[in-house]
């Protein structure tokens, strides 16, 4: 009997250790790095993420086809609209925004992976446990693989692959994470930006998030 509580004992505690999905932090900063497979794409950009005002601010650099690029773009989900700023020239280029706002989080259906220390487990402050995830998004016409990994305290991300049959797999790493905005102001149009008028050309496609890279 005793053998028996113990074992239940130790199965619940295992059961409520198991790492479970989570949401990212709903204020975030950072820098992240793009990569990816096919295309030759090589990108880092300071990012602002606000969940809940459905707002992302990337100020990216980087090189695609051996040639450099920098663009400077406000996502206002909410609104439907984009802002491609120019800071130096003092420019704005306003456009629609057809996609939907996708948080930072792991989603309640994929599949746990494991769980690891990144660094040493050694000491204190020497390593960071984090959880890596799988699993599928259905997109419009197609389904995309996705691998992901976030810090087991905190949901903190760290990096995600992404895989489709068109791009082959694009890697994102997350560094430099501070939780809140370390600048609000990025999140709002600059004044030069206040007549910008809606630009949509009958030929283009309208600009969705995973168009910019």
């Known amino acids: 009997m005793r053998a028996f509580i113990l074992l239940v004992f130790l199965s619940a505690s295992c059961l409520a250790q198991r790492p479970k999905p989570c949401k990212s932090p709903r204020l975030l900063t950072g820098t992240v790095s793009v990569a990816t497979q096919k295309e030759n794409l090589m990108a880092y950009a300071k990012y602002t993420y606000d969940a809940l005002g459905q707002r992302i601010r990337l100020r990216e650099f980087g090189s695609y086809d051996n040639k450099s690029f920098h663009f400077d773009v406000l ?24 996609a939907d706002f996708h948080p930072l989080a792991i989603p309640e259906d994929a599949n746990l992976l494991g769980q690891v220390v990144l660094g040493s487990s050694s000491g204190p402050g020497q390593g960071v446990l984090v959880n890596s995830w799988e699993g ?19 949901c903190v991300p760290i990096t995600t692959m992404f895989h489709t049959s068109k ?35 009958e030929d283009e496609d309208p600009a969705t998030f995973f168009s910019l890279f």
């Open 75 to 98: 996502l206002l989900f909410q609104k439907g609209v984009m802002y491609k700023i120019d800071k130096k020239n003092k420019t704005c280029c306003k456009k629609p925004l057809k």
């Open 136 to 154: 599928e998004l259905q997109m419009k016409n197609r389904t995309a693989k996705y691998i992901s990994t976030v810090t087991e305290f905190g």
């Open 167 to 201: 791009s082959g797999w694009m890697v994102t790493s997350f560094f430099n994470n501070v939780i809140g905005l370390v600048e609000p102001q990025e999140l709002n149009p600059p004044r030069f930006c206040k007549d910008a008028q809606l630009e949509e050309e």
